[in-house]
């Protein structure tokens, strides 16, 4: 047997072993992520794409490592690699995940305008998106952020007659904003009223008693709702605590986001 023969076989193998050994690892990273537990998927994420480069399957891992650092608040990371997957995997079945979690990212920082870009972008780009009911949820709350309710209500509209039965147009009616990141705040809502004056009384009694207390307003249907919150909490497991502590002062509370 010739030699290059030899060593093209000694490659293969060790070509076979290389990949078995990916698929293995990219399980481990996705078991880590579904656990909720992030910084282990990118470890061992971070690992595997120092040796992966572009291996054909490589695109899922950049993808499940990009949500990681998302959940885990690392936006300018996920945003750098949401855009390797638009640039460099032309034919990726997650180029379009990737283009909705670059919105998300802007969303996230509150740069609304270039979130908005990505999200009508791929609105344009494939109008019978998996994504639409989705993209017109984010587009109601950005409109709703910029004080634009015409642009909120629009899309809230859109989205409930298009997809009556879906998550998103129920979130549209009485929600916590979405989307929902690890470094974001976290706080607890206490009260929802269709007045004001209400609202603003339950802040009061609230601050008067040593909470941080604020009255949110949001528009649906034309229809203001004020919803009284209390706290801006850095994780979750704080906002568990507060809503326990309210929750034995006869207060309804829900953890939001």
Sequence with gaps: MKKNTIKSIVFALSLGLACNAYALNLDKVKGNFLKGDYKSAIREGEKIMAGAGHLPDSDELY????????????????????????????????REEARVCLGDVYYLKRDYDKAQ???????????????????????????FKKGDTAQGNQYLDRLKQLYPLNLE?????ESCDLPVSS???????????????????????????GYTAYVQEAVSEGKATYRVRVGKLDSR?????????????????????
């Design 63 to 94: 993808y499940i490592l990009g949500l990681c650092y998302l959940k885990d608040g690392n936006l300018l990371r996920a945003s750098d690699i949401f855009e390797i997957i638009i640039k460099e995997f032309k034919a990726s079945r997650f």
């Design 237 to 257: 497991a704080q906002a568990l605590e507060l809503r326990n502590r309210l929750s034995s002062e006869g207060y309804p509370t829900k953890i939001c986001p």
């Design 117 to 143: 870009s990505y999200y009508q972008g791929l609105l344009k780009d494939d109008p019978k998106t998996k994504f639409e009911p989705m993209i017109y949820y984010r587009l109601s709350q950005i409109g």
């Design 169 to 173: 147009s129920k979130l549209g009616q």
């Design 183 to 209: 470094a974001f705040n976290y706080s607890v809502q206490v009260g929802s009223f269709s007045s004001a004056s209400n609202a603003n009384n339950l802040c009061r009694k609230l601050s008067g008693s």
